[in-house]
């Protein structure tokens, strides 16, 4: 037979045998804790997370060496900014303007350039500035607030020619 009673606020079941004894081995207060598995190891990861963290790697890498690639691309119009910055005439940030252009166009077509030609080079090769004003003015003037901002305004944004062009000039 078997019984239930409350006993401590926790319900005890009692079994009796045969013989009136009763059995313990049912009791409640013979269960012990449930003994958990030991957590899965992290280390060595799974096949997915080498992948995932090799593409990740690839990427990086990728991102990181274009960035290097263009920061050495456009070392030439930080250089001609520096320069600009020290320019005190007109003549001087013509100047500096032919020298930023040579460096990444070729020789041929940029050296031989003045006047209204240089002008139509730089409106050429970025259209939103009008730039007869460097090309017209007295060379010795003083450089105004707009021919500074004109010229590095170039400096930063003129077209590079493309790769295909570069070697047709060659």
């Not at 313990?24 to 899965?40: E, T, V, W």
């Not at 593409?55 to 990086?60: D, Q």
């Not at 005190?88 to 460096?103: C, D, F, H, P, W």
Request: with cysteine; glycine share 4%; charged share 25%.
């Amino acid at each position: 037979m078997t019984s239930l009673t409350k006993s401590d606020g926790c319900w005890v079941c009692r079994v009796e045998n045969d013989g009136g004894v009763m059995d313990d081995k049912y009791s409640l207060n013979n269960l012990q804790d449930i003994i958990l598995p030991d957590p899965p190891s992290l280390w060595p990861p799974a096949t997915e997370v080498w992948l995932l963290l090799t593409i990740v790697l690839a990427v990086l890498f990728i991102i990181v060496f274009q960035l290097i690639r263009l920061r050495k691309r456009n070392a030439y119009r930080r250089a001609g900014l520096l320069l600009l910055k020290n320019a005190n005439s007109i003549y001087e940030v013509s100047v500096i303007l032919k020298r930023v252009a040579l460096a990444v166009y070729p020789r041929e077509q940029v050296a031989s350039l003045y006047g209204d030609d240089w002008s139509d080079f730089l409106q050429k090769t970025h259209t939103r500035n009008d730039y007869s004003t460097i090309s017209h003015a007295d060379p010795d003037e003083l450089v105004n607030t707009r021919v500074f901002q004109v010229a590095a305004d170039w400096i930063r944004h003129h077209r590079a020619p493309g790769r295909n062009a570069q070697k047709e000039a060659d």
